[in-house]
Nanobody
Framework: QVQLVESGGGSVQAGGSLRLSCEASGSLYSANVIYWFRQAPGKSRELVSSIIGEDAAGYTEAVSGRFTISRGHAKNTVYLQMNSLRPEDTAVYYC?????????WGRGIQVTVSL
């Protein structure tokens, strides 16, 4: 059974930084594409970033230039470095690993950015 665990969230002042981590366990297969989503209160879930293979990264315009997605040396780990955080970045962040034809989600981790 695949399980994903996010860490690194918390509360920061606007302009601060956080690094989210997501580690997957319980599968023999690695995900070629890994995603970070977020869901703000009262909002639908949105795609924040994705990484294909080793380093082909994409970002939503709202975070472009501020966030960086990367894979760890262990390929079951993905990071999201978040800089210059804004209150609008406040949300629950989720990682998603498509593995073996199924989508696996982390439980979500809260990021709160205050003025």
């Amino acid at each position: 059974q695949v399980q994903l665990v996010e860490s690194g969230g918390g509360s920061v002042q606007a302009g601060g930084s956080l690094r989210l981590s997501c580690e997957a366990s319980g599968s023999l297969y690695s995900a070629n594409v890994i995603y970070w989503f977020r869901q703000a209160p009262g909002k639908s879930r949105e795609l924040v970033s994705s990484i294909i293979g080793e380093d082909a990264a994409g970002y939503t315009e709202a975070v472009s230039g501020r966030f960086t997605i990367s894979r760890g040396h262990a390929k079951n780990t993905v990071y999201l470095q978040m800089n210059s955080l804004r209150p609008e970045d406040t949300a629950v962040y989720y990682c998603k690993f498509p593995i073996g034809g199924k989508d696996y989600w982390g439980r979500g981790i809260q990021v709160t950015v205050s003025l």
